[in-house]
């Protein structure tokens, strides 16, 4: 499901729409592959956001050869640097780590013992992107063009409309990139389109409902306040993108209403820290009522008590406070990062709640917890798992079933082939199945690999 990508080709022209890296366990080996197509056949590549599923490759495809232009939004490209240089620093960290245990056990691993790419190829990458503005329509070449359009799934997050036209006939093919949310703190809503010939739809969430947002308030009032009578400590384990934003958001919505008390909350992610500056950035495109708070001067994202911790050392200090605090730390699913340290703190401690604000991918330590596993090893050793575990799905940046049938629906007339992707296989089957049901459309869920003529 991770590892979007598709290649569209049109009178000799290739087109790639999203280059993403697969993070699921069982087919991270297909990184490594070489891509389908050769890199410098590529002349363009549309870039939805800046999740690594849509942009993790693109260091990878620059390297093997890919020379034309990278387009996304302003912001998407602000993002990207961050998130590309965390991944690939992660990798040469990766690789160090295999390459000394590997010599140290005298064996050979099944991958290489080198980064996929490194923070130089990151870098390289970064002349390649063009920023452009939402609903400016970006000529390709040979009767295509192609326009981003608001998806508020993340700062920046775009759905792509591609224009074909050629022998006085003309189509439009619908990228969904990632669907956001309506009515959702921060963002702005989705756009709907009326039409389009060919939709390619994700799926992520195609087969649940999300919580309320009224719910999502309550709840996490709830937990502040319960655990801070039985005086631990709250530790959420954040996407430094858009979930770490919308936590503090919400903080500070209950903070100043008087809801929880006035409590220290660490931001203890300087990849949070600096993907928040970046949204202060584009008020532009935030909502209505984040440009109310920011024409009153007062941050949405700031608020008395909140500490941001840049240095390690800044973030050990966190463990010498007494009374309750709430830490906010990477990496969201407690792969890495900082995050680790604030677990091995409070796992143990019966009074401490660990938050959950996001879905933790199998394979990982955050999916362990939430599992309800007895004990866990973190950093080399054992530690039970006493704290109260609390998982949370209001806080979800992707559209669920019924949200993403309200996307579909601002379509007049049936496309003439919608393909649902991007989401795990049985997921995407029932989303389809649904679909159909209710539209009664042509519709499909193509493979990895799978190719189509579209006519
Ligand atoms: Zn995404």
């Known amino acids: 499901m991770t590892g979007s990508a598709y290649l569209l080709e049109f009178n000799g022209l290739r087109i790639l729409v999203d280059c993403g890296l697969y993070q699921e366990r069982e087919l991270i080996a297909r990184n490594w592959d070489p891509f389908p197509v050769p890199s410098h056949t590529i002349d363009t590549v549309l870039l939805s956001h800046a999740h690594l599923d849509h942009c993790g490759l693109l260091p990878k495809l620059v390297r093997e050869g890919f020379a034309g232009k ?32 590997h010599e140290r056990e005298d064996r050979k691993g099944p991958y290489p013992e080198v980064p996929l790419y490194t923070t130089d190829d990151a870098k390289a990458s970064f002349p390649r992107f063009s ?111 858009e979930r770490a934003q919308e936590i503090l958001y919400y903080l500070n919505k209950l903070l100043s209403g008087d809801r929880i008390p006035h409590l220290m909350v660490f931001l203890d992610s300087p990849m949070a820290t600096s993907v928040t500056e970046i949204f202060e950035r584009y008020p532009d495109l935030l909502d209505e009522e984040m440009n109310e708070l920011l024409r009153q001067r007062r941050s949405p994202f700031e608020f008395p008590g909140l500490k941001i911790t840049r240095t390690t050392d800044e973030s050990k200090v966190i463990n010498h406070i007494s009374g ?72 979800s940046a992707h559209a669920d079933r019924d949200e993403l049938l309200r996307w579909l629906s601002g379509l007049r007339r049936p496309p003439l082939h919608l393909f649902v992707t991007h989401g795990e296989p049985d997921v995407a089957s029932y989303f389809a199945h649904f679909l159909r049901e209710k539209t009664g459309w042509e519709i499909s869920v193509p493979k990895y690999k799978d190719e189509v003529i579209l006519d």
């Not at 996304?72 to 295999?98: N, R």
């Not at 439009?172 to 009515?183: A, P, Q």
């Not at 309320?212 to 996490?220: D, H, P, R, S």
Request: charged residues 25%; glycine residues 10%.
């Open 70 to 101: 990278i387009y996304c939004t302003a912001a998407t490209y602000d993002i990207s640097q961050i998130i590309l240089m965390d991944a690939a620093h992660l990798q040469e960290q990766d690789a160090e780590f295999k390459r000394k245990r």
């Open 131 to 241: 920023p452009v503005g939402y609903e400016q329509p970006t000529p390709l070449g040979d009767g295509i063009e192609a326009t981003f359009y608001e998806a508020g799934h993340v700062l920046g997050s775009s759905m792509i409309k591609v224009r074909i036209s050629g022998n006085g006939d003309e189509r439009t093919l619908l990228f969904s990139g990632d669907v956001g949310r309506w009515d959702t703190p921060i963002l702005r809503d989705p756009t709907v389109f009326e039409e389009a010939d060919y939709v390619l739809v994700e799926s992520t969430y195609g087969d649940r409902l999300h919580e309320e947002a009224k719910n999502t308030e309550k709840i996490l009032t709830e937990i502040i306040n319960s655990t801070r009578k039985r005086g631990g400590n709250i530790v959420i384990p954040s996407f430094a993108l």
């Open 324 to 395: 309750t605090v709430v830490i906010i730390a990477g990496s969201g699913m407690c792969t890495g990062g900082r995050i680790k340290h604030h677990l091995v703190n409070n796992i143990s401690r019966r009074e401490s709640t660990i938050l959950f604000p996001g879905y933790q991918a199998v394979g990982t330590l955050g999916r362990q917890i939430v599992d309800g596993a007895r004990e866990v090893r973190i950093l080399g050793q054992t530690y039970p798992v006493s704290a109260r575990i609390v998982q949370m799905n209001g806080f």
